[in-house]
């Protein structure tokens, strides 16, 4: 996918270690490529809970850090945002932090609550104030409110109202609180550090801060960790699993376990079916970089086609203004990307993209190597097309800018100026992780989605009563 989807976000966190808000941080480095707008820790003592969140990317919280001091405490929770409900603004950044009837609370969210609009509404006609436009706000009130005084019940009770997708990660002053939504949208992993636990969105957390993958966080899980021990509590019962296959396509890094298998694995996988679906005659195999190389890579295994790297991504680029016409979104693409012309030159080359969206950015990327010299240019896309919009936490644009949504595969391949292009299609998409059959999410490709309420015409976001 070249520049034009971003990743939703990522959650760590800590129970039981010294440095457990030091140990957040290097795990959300991993977990950078989630989210890249703000980051931020909560760290306990046991006494109270500190927050520290900044705008940019995770190194400018460890510069405050270094700066201001470790937040102390035996456990922490981490989050990196990339934001999908709510504005660009440092006070969406979270974790967010509030104080109760029971005590300071923290929270990180990654996914999105289909319902939360409607849960906001209803919570603002009763007199609650809300300090962000997150989604996420709204478990808190939701725990606030909620008349137990047990808090276990409190959040389980609460995360059982919200519809939608979510994996939390939620700190008492005593206690750290793991939830997945009843379907598992988003991947969620619970590891070992010595004797510490530790959580987070996509295993390649684990590898950087040296903890073991124990399992997954089961869907419609709350986990409870404290002094005591560990103790797994029910949302709601998990009678469909809609784990979203995007995060196989595109979202995750390879060298995570996602949902339990090795995405690189089912990356691979991608690759060789695309190649048996839609073969080319051609010279040269390359990638998007840097998410399609995997998918390009079994492309190529398959195929008997050489891969080579004819494409170079700068990665230093960081947000830039650029005007909105063919010659600044070319310009765009020029930063991000070099062509090789040696790998190029002459040769009939098939390109591997995990995706299209609006198609703008590969249309300019296709110019640039043909400029570079190649004969023929063969897309090749290792998902199906994307006709439809994710209310599960991805920041697609709307139907109407989806390429696929209003072209045909022709009208497509004449757009982006290319001798051929083919499309996995959707069955050999979720064949290639047959281990998971029946469990995904294909919402953004089929227009079918696991929430009955999304697959109806005036798509009814509805709330539970309070
Ligand atoms: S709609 Fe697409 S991106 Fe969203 S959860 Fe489903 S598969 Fe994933």
Not at 366 to 382: K, L, N, Q, Y
Not at 396 to 410: I, Q, R
Request: glycine share 10%; proline share 4%.
């Amino acid at each position: 996918m070249v520049d034009e989807i971003s990743e939703e976000c990522g959650v760590i966190g800590i129970w039981g270690h010294e440095h457990a808000s030091r140990i957040a941080a290097m795990g959300l480095f991993a977990m950078q490529h989630r989210g890249q707008e703000a980051s931020g820790i909560a760290a306990t003592d046991g006494r109270e809970v500190r927050l520290v969140r900044q705008m940019g990317l995770v190194a400018r919280l460890t510069e405050y850090c270094a700066e201001h001091g470790e937040l102390p405490g035996h456990a922490a929770i981490g989050h990196v945002r990339y934001s999908t409900a709510g504005g660009s603004a440092l006070i969406n950044a979270q974790p967010f932090l509030i104080r109760h009837k029971r005590g300071p609370l923290a929270i990180g969210h990654n996914g999105n609550l289909i319902n939360a609009k409607a849960l906001r509404h209803q919570m603002e006609e009763m007199g609650h104030i809300f300090q962000s436009t997150s989604d996420t706000e709204a478990i808190l009130h939701l725990v606030a409110r909620h008349p137990s005084e047990d808090i276990d019940e409190a959040v389980r009770a609460s995360l059982a109202k919200v519809h939608g997708s979510y994996c939390v990660v939620m700190l008492a002053k005593d206690r750290m609180f793991v939830g997945r939504d009843p379907m598992g949208i988003r991947p969620l992993c619970l590891g070992r550090l010595e004797k510490a636990w530790v959580v987070a969105s996509e295993s390649c957390a684990f590898d950087l801060v040296g903890a073991t993958y124990v399992r997954d966080i089961e869907p419609g899980e709350l986990l409870v960790i404290d002094e005591k021990g560990t103790r797994s509590l029910r949302i709601a019962e998990s009678t469909k699993r809609a784990h979203c296959i995007f995060e196989f396509v595109y979202f995750s890094r390879p060298d995570s376990l996602i949902f339990g298998h090795s995405c690189d694995k089912i990356r691979r996988r991608l690759g060789k079916q695309l190649a048996t679906e839609c073969p080319a005659e051609a010279d040269v195999v390359i990638g998007v970089p840097d998410s399609s190389n995997t998918a390009a890579l079994g492309f190529s295994h398959k195929s008997g086609i050489r891969f080579e790297i004819g494409l170079l991504r700068n990665h230093y680029v960081g947000r830039t203004f650029i005007d909105p016409t063919q010659a600044g979104r070319e310009y765009k693409v020029k930063l991000k990307f070099n062509p090789i012309p040696g790998v190029l030159k002459g040769r009939r080359v098939v390109l591997v993209d995990d995706s299209i969206v609006r198609g703008t950015t590969l249309r300019s990327l296709c110019r640039m190597v043909r400029e570079a010299g190649a004969s023929e240019i063969h897309v090749r896309i290792s998902s199906p097309p994307v006709r439809h919009p994710c209310f599960y936490g991805m920041d697609f644009p709307t139907e109407t800018e989806l390429l696929a949504s209003n072209m045909s595969v022709e009208d497509m391949r004449k757009y982006l100026g290319v001798d051929s292009l083919g499309y996995l299609s959707i069955d050999g998409m979720v064949n290639t992780a047959r281990e998971l059959e029946g469990q995904f999410c294909t919402g953004c490709f089929s227009g079918c989605y696991p929430d009955e309420e999304l697959n109806k015409p005036e798509r009814n976001q509805t709330a539970l009563p309070l």
